[in-house]
Nanobody, 114 residues
Framework: QVQVAEFGGGLVQAGGSLSLVCAAS??????MGWYRQAPGKQRELVAD???????NYADPVKGRFTISRDIAQNTAYLHMYGLKPEDTAVYYC??????????WGQGTQVTVSE
């Protein structure tokens, strides 16, 4: 059974930093990544990383967020720096298996205050 869980959300002041952890189990994952959804907005890609280390960042977070991955531990990390109020959202971890099935975590709230 595949399980995906996120950890590390919280409240931070603008300009601050926060790190998220995604722990997955039950499959081998081709890609692990992060999406976010702000109130009233569609879910959007933040960043993702493949098994061979290829990384993709959304334009709004380039230069401020860093994604990394521990393949052996099936864990992905999102380090967020220079946070802005517009980064406030529920952040979801997503994992794509080798069979191209997508799995999602329950999400973790990130709130950036002025």
């Amino acid at each position: 059974q595949v399980q995906v869980a996120e950890f590390g959300g919280g409240l931070v002041q603008a300009g601050g930093s926060l790190s998220l952890v995604c722990a997955a189990s039950g499959a081998i994952f081709r890609t692990m990544g992060w999406y976010r959804q702000a109130p009233g907005k569609q879910r959007e890609l933040v960043a993702d990383i493949t098994r061979d280390g290829s990384i993709n960042y959304a334009d709004p977070v380039k230069g401020r967020f860093t994604i990394s991955r521990d393949i052996a531990q099936n864990t992905a990390y999102l380090h967020m720096y220079g946070l802005k109020p517009e980064d406030t959202a529920v952040y979801y971890c997503t994992c794509k298996s080798l069979a191209d099935h997508d799995y999602w975590g329950q999400g973790t709230q990130v709130t950036v205050s002025e």
